[in-house]
């Protein structure tokens, strides 16, 4: 028995299968969490060397190289890059996406142990660790307080650090901006000088007395006592009544020769929001763990913890990277109900039966939670390719439905009881159907089967649109007949409402149809002008358009972020970058109304981190960190806003480098799209020169908002250069004089102050009066062992110098890149053109050479991908139309919609100003699949009207007009199912734009030409063709002619 | 007794029970799918892709006085609804056991 009778006769049973789907697609969607993209493992990998003491060229000699010739070798490898500076060494490993990431570190880890001999002595084990976007911050919280300042960072540390790294998922919390506490010790280098003490005497004289020593046990009378001495410091204070020394038999106490201060950190990163001091709090989240997930839950908690802060103690949202992730999914969920409402009412008008409408749109709410069901089941997430994947097929899903409803109509009009009706009319179709959805699946499986970047976006697309069109055939063939059998009548009675608003559109389809027949009789008789016209329309269209080919990777996602790295000149004071930084935030805060949130850091954490070693730090560095606020409240996008963000600090003489990223990330999915120009060579000199050529020719060009070079300058800086020989006369060495002048600057830290289970550093140093000047590091005193002092001044000379920058290698080559911001309205391949212009223009030294890297190297790398993957994709369809026309050439007639598929989608991207972009690609190859659909039906009720015994010119005119009404139907569900993406300005909507337009424009164009181009390429191909009656003939006169020569034989 | 042939589209098979089961006609064989095509005008049934409506056949043996009013009911059928296509023929049965 066949699924369609099984479905009908037990009504109860589909009905119920059906509800089974949606109870547990429903159930999926209260489980789903939602993200912006299908989750990307991180394929970056780090490897980090110390070897202290060598300057960036050896590190870059010993360390880099030999560790990039090793990894160099490591399977998937993309790129490898190097970072050598001062004492370390940091190597990135990026692999291509999509790979066991365990594998690979299991690859590097034995590289490792196999290099491992031939690194120098000194230098530390390399240390290995993954590192992708997902270890970015994904909160950051602003903390403002007046009173509690001081013990700001242990509050914070207790109450809310500790709180919110219980919540699941939560990986580092860490706070930043506030000053840790310190007990200084700061001295007078003169007195320590008349007492004869030193500053490591004085620090070893605190960790002796500051300790708690267990003496054992003893045992008296019956009982066991241990033994304690506790004599860690309780206050302070108690420093200060220390003995450190004695004098002509006088005990001297260090309250006479410094001064004991508990308090902050003299050196710290600061935060200022909205130019009030405050500190921040970083939450990243765990490897795998969904932001916004977390942020919902931390952002729970927050309320209960600020309830046991000190009332003085404020907490706000500086960086929430949930915040446009839930606005994103939440505006994608608007325009699919918006596309579900006017596909229920392109369906409701053309058929002008609500029981049929709802019969039809009820398998759109089904097939789309199956597919939520798949993404439950493998722990997906709703994403913007998800929620596309779900838009997109809205309009497709009905498609099937309509088809069988269509001819259970016909056999319900020819007098068939509905139950009758609805198995054998489904009966008819079934095949048909099938037929047509294979072709669309032809061209979303294969998504589901590349690798890399591509593969992992496209993958779930694959998998959903797959699902999704599987799950609407089948309830086109089960729950479709079930329900037309149920409540389609025969004869419906029409309501005058009805009659009123459905007279004039059945007499405007009517029309159509007559209008459509007599078009096509006229091409049928000009058919070499139709032909001509259509290669004209192609060929006007697409050369101009290949020849001046725009292109970009992603659209720049609007989420209302912007980040921003100033630099002054090397050195400037912290104060005085503060300064520039408040400036710049008046400026903007009254310049910018969009501006919600303007919070800057600026100095130099003591401590360092990972993300330390990756970025350049210093007192001349500002960093801001700009919400605006959501897209639809403003009229300026993100772009323009930088765009004039990047023009104010072009006024700003005393800033060095400016740098304004969109959306607060570079590169990558929805980042800013730039250029990296990659110049290698081993010679700095030579590479520096062409970077700043090519800066300043860039600099000039529009398409360019923004330029900056990676290689850093050289950083000034004292260098104290000790005598040896001179150093030697007086008994000291390097390192003696050198740990000496640190101890003075930067302070010892011998002990820790013990409160409340914390520690805090016990500083001991010249205090700060002492160490503003030249002069005053001349005088600081070194003591040789038999403790004869001599003065730095003596033994050393001070000389200005400058450091090395860091050392940038790719691919084992010495790297400096040029990175060029793709300005607004610009597109990547404007900026590639003039680039390769202007480097063309440069005069390149031998040895030197250039390539672009950055989001244009994801980009060609895409494209080519789904270009092969397209070319795959039409070999497909047109293997599955072969074979269900069982001939080769009539395919073939079908396969002439797709070029003008192009044309629509080209037209669409000029009309709007669009380039042309990955998502843009998406578009065109799903076209593929869907524009064939109208020239298969088309083509198919050709066929049928020959084979009834009409000639070609009949069977073509009368195929035309009986399709029209269905192809008519079907193409307008998917078109208006992509306007609201096409024209969306929710959140995101950036991103799906070019998508909507792309299929909008494309599958209208391309049904346009293709009613009236298909039909006249038909009738040539068919020509050869004969119909029953012409077969039916020849058969007769075959056997007449057969007849004839055997009479003959039997006469012989 | 008469055995009549009535070979009409499969979606009449129901009413053709029902007005078979009005007369108290009892014992039938029934040919779900086949193929055929009428010999005046109205579509072929041939399952094919160009005409995918199928035939249904069914035999029964009916006692004489029935055959007249079965005729008339069976005629109805098909004037009313044309489009279907619904054709009997009777004839004189022989023998039976």
């Known amino acids: 028995m066949s699924i369609y009778k099984t479905a009908v006769n037990r009504p109860v049973f589909t009905a119920l299968l059906y509800v089974a789907i949606a109870v547990f697609g429903i159930f999926s969607l209260s489980k789903l969490s939602i993200s912006n993209f299908p989750d990307v493992d991180s394929s970056s990998v780090m490897v980090m060397t110390t070897y202290s003491g060598a300057s960036a060229e050896d590190i870059e000699a010993n360390i880099s190289k030999v560790l990039e010739n090793s990894l160099n070798s490591v399977p998937n490898l993309k790129h490898i890059t190097s970072r050598s500076s001062e004492n370390t060494s940091l190597i990135t490993m990026e692999f291509v996406q999509g790979i066991n990431m365990d594998e690979a570190m299991n690859n590097i880890r034995d590289k490792l142990d196999m290099v491992a001999d031939y690194l120098p002595d000194g230098a530390s084990t390399p240390m290995l660790f993954k590192f992708g976007s997902e270890e970015m911050p994904i909160l950051i919280l602003s903390v403002t307080a007046k009173e509690s300042m001081n013990g700001l960072y242990k509050i914070l540390d207790d109450r809310v650090v500790t709180e919110l790294e219980r919540i699941d998922g939560v990986g580092t919390v860490g706070i930043s901006g506030i000053p840790e506490r310190e007990v200084h010790v700061n001295c007078d280098p003169y007195k320590l000088e008349a007492y004869g003490l030193t500053i490591e005497g004085i620090s070893k004289v605190i960790a002796a007395e500051n300790q708690n020593t267990p003496a054992g046990s003893i045992d008296i009378g019956s009982d066991t006592y241990s033994l304690r001495v506790q004599k860690e410091f309780t206050d302070a204070s108690q420093l200060r009544d220390l003995v450190v020394g004695t004098s002509n038999g006088a005990a001297v106490y260090l309250k006479d020769i410094a001064v004991v201060k508990d308090t902050v950190e003299e050196r710290s990163q600061e935060s200022y929001t909205n130019n009030l001091k405050g500190g921040q709090i970083v939450i990243q989240k765990q490897a795998g763990a969904n932001s916004v997930n977390i942020a919902k839950a931390v952002k729970a908690k927050l309320p209960e913890i600020i309830k046991t802060l000190p009332s003085d103690v404020k907490i706000g949202v500086i960086v929430d990277s949930s915040d446009s992730i839930i606005n994103t999914i939440g505006s994608l969920g608007n325009t699919i109900i918006i596309i579900l409402l006017i596909v229920m009412l392109v369906v409701y008008l053309f058929l002008g039966r609500w029981r049929a409408t709802f019969v039809i749109v009820l398998t759109i709410p089904i097939s789309l939670l199956a597919a939520l069901i798949y993404l439950f089941a493998t722990k997906n997430t709703l994403n913007i390719i998800s929620m596309s994947a779900l838009s997109i097929a809205i309009g497709m899903v009905v498609d099937n439905a309509i088809v069988v409803l269509e001819n259970i109509t016909t056999h319900i009009e020819r007098g068939s009881k509905p139950k009758q009706a609805a198995i054998y009319a489904t009966n008819e179709v079934g095949i048909a159907v099938m037929a047509s959805t294979l072709t669309t699946i032809a061209v979303f499986l294969p998504l589901t089967m590349i690798k890399g970047m591509t593969g992992v976006l496209f993958k779930q697309l694959g998998w959903m649109v797959t699902i999704i069109l599987s799950v609407s055939t089948l309830a086109a063939m089960t729950l479709t007949p079930m329900l037309c059998s149920k409540l389609l009548v025969a004869n419906p009675k029409s309501s005058r409402f009805h009659d009123i608003v459905f007279k004039p559109i059945t007499t405007f389809l009517q029309w159509l149809g007559d209008a459509y027949a007599k078009l096509l009789a006229w091409a049928l008789h000009h058919k070499a002008l139709v032909l001509c016209c259509a290669a004209a329309i192609f060929l006007v269209v697409i050369i101009p358009w290949a020849r001046n080919m725009k292109t970009e990777f992603f659209p720049t996602e609007d989420n209302g972020r912007i980040s921003a790295t100033v630099e002054l000149p090397m050195g400037t004071r912290q104060e005085i970058t503060r300064n520039v930084a408040m400036r710049i935030t008046d400026e903007w805060l009254s310049k910018y109304p969009e501006v919600e949130r303007c919070n800057f850091t600026e100095g130099v954490s003591e401590k360092s981190t990972v993300f330390a070693a990756m970025s350049t730090r210093g007192t001349n560095i500002i960093s801001f960190n700009v919400r605006l606020c959501s897209a639809s409240k403003r009229k300026r996008t993100l772009g323009e806003i930088c765009d004039c963000m990047r023009n104010d600090l072009k006024q700003y003489p005393e800033i060095r480098i400016a740098q304004v990223t969109e959306g607060g990330f570079m590169g990558g999915m929805g980042g800013q799209s730039s250029v990296d120009v990659e110049i290698y060579g081993y010679d700095f000199a030579a590479t520096d020169k062409i970077a700043a050529e090519l800066m300043e020719k860039m600099k000039k060009e529009p398409s360019v908002s923004q330029v900056t070079v990676s290689r850093d300058q050289y950083t000034p800086e004292y260098r104290v250069d000790f005598d040896r020989e001179k150093l030697a006369l007086h008994g000291l060495n390097s390192a003696t004089a050198a740990s000496y002048l640190r101890n003075r600057i930067n302070g010892s830290v011998d002990s820790y102050y013990r409160e409340d289970g914390d520690e805090y550093d016990i500083r001991v140093r010249s205090a700060r009066e002492f160490r503003t000047s030249l002069e005053d590091i001349e005088n600081i005193m070194l003591y040789n062992s038999a403790g004869q002092g001599v003065r730095i001044g003596d033994v050393a000379r001070i000389r200005e110098s400058y450091s090395p920058p860091t050392i940038e290698r790719k691919d084992r080559q010495r790297v400096i890149t040029v990175y060029c911001v793709v300005a607004h309205g610009a597109a990547t391949s404007d900026v590639i053109k003039t680039a390769t212009k202007h480097m063309g223009e440069i005069e390149m030294p031998i040895g030197i050479t250039y390539k672009f890297g950055g989001s244009y190297e994801d980009q060609k790398e895409m494209f080519s991908d789904i270009i092969t993957l397209m070319m795959l994709i039409i070999i497909l369809v047109y293997i599955i139309m072969a074979a269900q026309f069982e001939s080769l050439k009539y395919p073939f007639a079908i396969m002439f919609s797709i070029p003008f598929a192009l044309v629509g989608v080209v037209i669409g991207l000029w009309l709007n100003g669009q380039a042309m972009g990955v998502m843009t690609l998406l578009g065109v190859l799903m076209l593929v699949g869907i524009v064939v659909n109208n020239g298969i039906v088309l083509i198919d009720y050709t066929r049928l009207c020959r084979e009834r015994g009409d000639s070609i010119f009949d069977a073509v005119v009368k195929a035309g007009r009986s399709r029209l009404r269905p192809i008519l139907m079907t193409t307008l569900t998917t078109v208006f199912g992509m306007i609201p993406m096409a024209v969306g300005h929710g959140e995101g909507s950036e991103m799906w734009r070019p998508l909507g337009v792309s299929v909008a424009w494309g599958l209208s164009f391309s049904t346009v030409v293709t009613l009236v181009l298909i039909p006249v390429i038909y009738s040539l191909f068919a020509k050869s063709d004969k119909n029953t009656k012409m077969i039916a003939a020849e058969e007769v006169k075959r056997i007449e002619e057969k007849a004839a020569e055997t009479e003959e034989t039997i006469k012989q | ?97």
């Open chain 2, 1 to 97: 007794m008469k055995a009549v042939f009535i070979a009409y589209n499969q979606a009449h098979h129901e009413d053709v029970l029902a007005v078979m089961e009005s007369l108290g006609i009892k014992g039938y064989t029934y040919w779900e799918e086949l193929a055929g095509e009428g010999s005046k005008d109205g579509d072929p049934h041939l399952g094919t892709h160009a005409w995918p409506t199928r035939n249904g056949a069914l035999l029964t043996i009916v006692d004489d006085d029935k055959v007249a009013k079965f005729m008339e009911y069976l005629h109805k059928l098909d004037l009313a609804f044309p489009q279907q296509g619904l054709r009997t023929f009777v004839w004189n049965v022989e023998a039976t056991v």
